[in-house]
């Protein structure tokens, strides 16, 4: 059984920074990728990153504020948001695929899921 446990979400002012961490066995092996649920909205794919290569990718919303990186001292894939804005206020989630190519943000290629961890964003 693949587990996922997330952390580092909290609350944040507009402009503010968080990292979150994905801490999973699977951290090198597996396409992880990083969802988030607002608040009376659909989950949605923010960041995704290939093992064994550079490759990551971004929801659009998200490029040039977010990065998805491997912290390799902590076996962690982590989630560094910068310049947070209310609207990424959300419940965020990490997957784990099914193998290690990343195929879409579709959460169906994504058997494995955390629990999640709220970041809540003020104005």
């Known amino acids: 059984q693949v587990q996922l446990v997330e952390s580092g979400g909290g609350s944040v002012q507009a402009g503010g920074s968080l990292r979150l961490s994905c801490t999973t066995s699977?951290?090198?092996?597996?396409?992880i990728a990083w969802f988030r649920q607002p608040p009376g909205k659909e989950r949605e794919g923010v960041a995704r990153?290939?093992?064994?290569?550079?490759?990551?990718d971004y929801a659009d919303s998200v490029k040039g504020r977010f990065t998805i990186f491997r912290d390799n001292a902590k076996n962690t894939v982590d989630l560094h948001m910068a310049g947070l804005k209310p609207e990424d206020s959300a419940v965020y989630y990490c997957?784990?695929?099914?193998?290690?190519?990343?195929?879409?943000?579709?959460?169906?290629?994504?058997?494995?899921w955390g629990q999640g961890t709220q970041v809540t964003v003020s104005s």
């Open positions: 997957a784990a695929g099914g193998d290690s190519y990343c195929y879409s943000f579709i959460e169906t290629d994504y058997p494995h």
């Open positions: 699977e951290y090198s092996n597996k396409c």
């Open positions: 990153i290939w093992p064994f290569v550079t490759a990551t």
